[in-house]
């Protein structure tokens, strides 16, 4: 779509999905603002879990039909300013979200958006410049506070994801809480509940995902591949092995379902946080549940509120961001990090830098090149 044909077309490198494990790195043309859109320029663009499942699987069904730009938890620069929206302007640090909900559906009339039924996606992080559509424009772009690198700001989505899980569980401080997954997300959810204050036990498979745990604030480190009974080693860390107030399963296995039930003490909270393949059933001991007094929940994506609260704790000082960018590659190189990604490498998040791979540190002295 041409909006201004007396503007010439500009054309852009990005990376196409064309389907299942068909990503091409190509010149497209540079999207330009329709009214209340924004284009931004992409300073970093963060690996996720989720982009390599639409990687290998060339499609998400909720989210991208190819071929179709991807990539979703990015940060970067206003470079063009649709008509009618007020806010931003040209040369300005956002994060801008990967959805936006539509304020009038049931959902967002009862304060859950995240649940939306017509929550609007938006991909292409993945790419030189990216298109905000109107509405995530409207209700999900932030300002990104000075002195916060956007690499770090690029992790407001994930985290959000993080802190709407964590807060889901009505945590108090000195809570004992478990994380079972030492992916980005599990990282995450540890570091977030150990900076809230909780005495987390991090059930991870891996020494550098133990070695992460323990960095982020973990208390306490259980081991999958060295315990013989991940549950009684989860209980033998409370007091009379009553076990964990709060259990967030944060893996998406039926398996570890399980154990998030088994391992939470009378009372308490178990959160299902990782969301298991279509189709995928669980066992569960129903006398337990009910004298026990066990609530049962889950938790699904974020909201405009979380996100806002997200980037405030990026911004704080005390939250780690730079912990979980363990590497950087150009836009060029997004297969092989995928593939990497797909071989479980040892990264946390990869930060793609568009361009030619210049730091984002670099980027934020050469506003210059805009018009
Ligand atoms: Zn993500
Ligand atoms: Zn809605």
Redesign the pocket.
């Known amino acids: 779509m041409r909006l201004n044909p007396t503007i010439p077309l500009k054309m852009m490198t990005a990376a196409v999905l064309h389907g299942k494990e068909d990503v091409r790195i190509e010149q497209v043309a540079v999207p330009q603002a329709g009214p209340g859109e924004l284009i931004l320029r992409v300073a970093v663009a963060?690996t996720?879990?989720?982009?390599l499942k639409v990687f290998r699987r060339g499609y998400h069904a909720r989210m991208i039909k190819p071929p179709a730009l991807f990539g979703?938890?990015l940060a970067g620069f206003v470079a063009e300013v649709g008509t009618g929206v007020t806010g931003f302007k040209v040369g300005d640090q956002v994060v801008a979200l990967?959805s936006a909900p539509c304020g009038r559906c049931y959902y967002c009339r009862r304060d859950q958006e995240n649940l939306c039924e017509d929550l609007l996606f938006n991909n292409g992080a993945y790419a030189e410049y990216v298109r905000i559509p109107e509405r995530i424009a409207a209700k999900n772009t932030i300002l990104v506070p000075h002195g916060v690198p956007l690499e770090h700001a690029a992790l407001t989505?994930?985290l959000a994801?993080a802190v709407h899980g964590f807060e889901d569980c009505n945590p108090r401080a000195g809570d004992t809480l478990a994380v079972i997954g030492g992916g980005?997300?599990g990282l995450l959810l540890i570091h977030v509940a150990a900076l809230a204050g909780c005495e987390v036990i991090a059930v991870v498979k891996r020494p550098s995902q133990a070695k992460a745990a323990h960095a982020l604030g973990a208390a306490h480190v259980v081991h999958t591949t060295h315990a013989t009974n991940v549950v009684e080693a989860v209980r033998a860390l409370t007091p009379d092995k009553r076990g964990v107030d709060i259990a967030i399963e944060a893996v998406a296995l039926a398996e570890t379902w399980e154990q998030a039930v088994e391992m939470v003490r009378n009372g308490g909270v178990v959160n299902f946080f990782g969301g298991p393949a279509a189709g995928t059933k669980v066992s569960l001991d129903t006398n337990r549940l009910h004298y026990g007094d066990i609530t049962l929940k889950a938790t699904f994506h974020h909201t405009p509120a979380i996100c806002r609260r997200a980037l405030e704790l990026i911004a704080g000082g005390k939250f780690k961001a730079g912990y979980f960018i363990t590497g950087r590659a150009p836009l060029s190189e997004l297969n092989e990090v995928f593939a990497q990604m797909a071989d479980r490498g040892n990264q946390i998040k990869t930060a793609i830098l568009p361009g030619d791979g210049m730091l984002p540190g670099q980027l934020a002295g050469d506003l210059g090149l805009f018009p």
């Open positions: 963060l996720c879990g989720t982009d979703h938890e990967n989505e994930p994801c980005p997300l």
